[in-house]
């Protein structure tokens, strides 16, 4: 059977757009870094590490052994997992797995990105399919937009419900000195943001952004004399789809992967009322719109109910189950870290590290990572060993 | 020796050129273009566990992971299911060079299949596109056609 794992540390650079100051192997090395100072070890003490990011964004094919300065993993048990926008997500379950499974002890997950070494939109579009979908794809803003679309005519959301989630986050970012966005908005700044394929504007949607995180996983025994409080994996989920975009969306029944990762989870984690006993959350959520649609795929609310919940104030930092202290997806996006990021703002929850964007008490916290066509991961950490 | 350090320039090193592939249709991707050569009409493939038409026909059913083989005829025309008119610019991988904007991205059930088809919708007034509305395939005159998604030009609403 498998082995308790907890998070021991965590380390992210400080994000900006464009980071011309280091290259990609340079700017993991500061992540890594940072993490090791905050579990108090040593790259000596690294058993295995886990690195992904996005194919085709940097150019780089075999990142696992390209990387190896950056991430400490010379002549180490190292490989790279990419999974789209999950990787950063999968790269995290990877590395529990590692430590789970009872082979290592100390494993550190890395994501990155440097968006700004390439186009993002033309670099997203070659994971589409080059046969069928590539001629009429567009890059992630017009596939989120069509769900979009879908969502408002099933249950009549505006687009100023949406511009709601923007403005929670890009305010969040303002208590998190890594988040890349750090200038307050508002509904109208939203509202008035240029229309880059409707309904999502330039204000409802991420950045491009160049950044790196690093989290390490130790081992039950070895994860308490590292730090007092672990942030302890209570589970881990995973549902992804199809690579043709006809297949993998069904708007009628809403985001199936992440309905059937997160029903997993709670499962494992023992929840039953996810808004109830789930302290914080930090969501994969790419564009405004997801911040009113996956919260019902979540069950922290009912279908249809994501923008009364959301308007409600429950999704607020002193709300019921405050959604993206760190600020999200809409203020940092280097992509194959983005859900590393939400795994690891997680754990500074639960670790009770997060300074101006600490919730209080937060002993569970639940972090998910969404990728290309509508799949899914979740990972939820607690407080207590499992 | 000393070296300058202070050029206050930070350096990239720029690649701009194509590179070539070539992917295989398979089978009944390949049935799928010819049809639409010849018939002017889409199919698709039936599975035989879950019964799902599934248009671009393919070899095996995802879910069930079972192969198929009954080619399903059906129409020019479908739904739209969901739609985005595209706005900005950005490069396509497919040539190169920017693709024309604005074009509208359209997921379409096409009539007798279960899954969505993606392609462009002949419209960008976004006031006048509505999920649920009918559409029809326009196709390329014959002798343009090259067996490729762009033998399809666009899908016109027609109500």
């Not at chain 1, 949406?162 to 200038?183: F, G, K, T």
């Not at chain 1, 308490?224 to 992804?240: C, D, E, F």
């Not at chain 2, 969901?82 to 950005?90: C, E, G, I, L, Q």
């Not at chain 2, 059930?109 to 899954?115: E, F, P, Q, S, V």
Request: charged share 20%; proline share 5%.
């Amino acid at each position: 059977m498998s082995r308790p794992v907890g998070i021991v540390g965590t380390g992210q650079t400080d994000h900006k757009s464009h980071r011309p100051d280091v290259n990609g192997r340079e700017m993991i090395r500061e992540a890594v870094t940072r993490a090791l100072e905050d579990a108090e070890l040593s790259i000596k003490d690294i058993d295995a590490i886990v690195i992904g990011n996005m194919d085709h964004f940097e150019s780089i094919n075999y990142v696992d052994t390209w990387s190896v300065e950056g991430s400490g993993g010379v002549m180490k048990p190292i490989m790279k997992i990419t999974t789209g926008g999950t990787t950063g997500a999968t790269v995290a379950l990877a590395a529990y797995y590692h430590v789970a499974s009872g082979l290592f002890d100390r494993v550190l997950a890395i994501g990155w990105e440097k968006n700004s070494e390439s186009d993002t939109t033309a670099a997203i579009i070659t994971c589409s399919d080059p046969i069928w979908d590539r001629f009429s794809y567009s890059g992630a803003i017009p596939s989120l937009a069509t769900e979009a679309t879908a969502y408002m005519k099933q249950y009549g959301a505006t687009q100023e419900d949406a511009a709601l989630i923007a403005v929670r986050d890009r305010n969040n970012a303002l208590n998190n000195p890594h988040a890349h966005l750090q200038r307050p908005i508002t509904v109208d700044d939203v509202m008035n943001s240029p229309m880059l394929a409707y309904p999502i504007k330039l204000l409802d949607v991420c950045p491009r952004t160049d950044g790196a995180c690093a989290v390490v996983f130790a081992a039950d025994g070895v994860a308490q004399k590292l730090t007092k409080q672990p942030a302890w994996v209570k589970a881990g989920s995973v549902r992804h789809t199809f690579t043709w975009f006809g297949d993998s969306t069904d708007y009628d029944r809403g985001l199936v992967s992440l309905q059937r990762a997160s029903a997993e989870a709670y499962k494992h984690a023992g929840i039953t009322k996810p808004a109830e006993e789930i302290d914080v959350a930090e969501l994969y959520l790419p564009y405004t719109y997801a911040g009113l649609k996956w919260i019902e795929d979540l069950g922290f609310c009912g279908k249809g109910e994501g923008a009364k919940f959301v308007r409600e104030g429950n999704t607020d930092m002193n709300g019921k189950i405050p959604v993206n202290p760190s600020g999200g997806v809409i203020s940092t996006n280097c992509i194959g870290a983005t859900a590393l990021l939400r795994v690891a703002e997680a754990a500074i929850q639960v670790m009770g590290k997060g300074g101006d964007r600490q919730v209080d008490g937060a002993k569970t916290a639940l972090a998910t990572g969404f990728g290309g066509c509508f799949w899914s991961d979740v990972v939820i950490l607690g407080a207590q060993k499992p | 020796m000393s070296t300058e350090r202070n050029y206050d320039e930070q350096l990239t090193v720029k690649f701009t050129y194509p590179m070539p592939y070539r992917w295989s249709v398979g089978e009944h991707g390949s049935v799928f273009f010819n049809e639409i050569k010849k018939n002017r009409r889409f199919v698709g493939v039936r599975c035989p566990s879950c019964g799902m038409v599934y248009v671009p026909p393919r070899r095996v059913c995802g879910p069930c992971f079972r192969e198929l083989d009954e080619i399903v005829p059906l129409t020019d025309e479908g739904t739209i299911v969901a739609f985005s008119t595209v706005n900005y610019p950005f490069l396509d991988p497919a040539t190169g060079v920017q693709r024309p904007i604005p074009y509208t991205y359209g997921y379409i059930r096409l009539d007798g299949a279960d899954n969505i088809f993606s392609h462009i919708i002949n419209e960008t007034d976004v006031s006048k596109i509505q999920v649920g509305m009918k559409v029809k395939a326009v196709f390329r005159e014959p002798e343009q056609m090259q067996g490729n998604i762009q033998d399809i030009k666009h899908f016109d609403i027609i109500g």
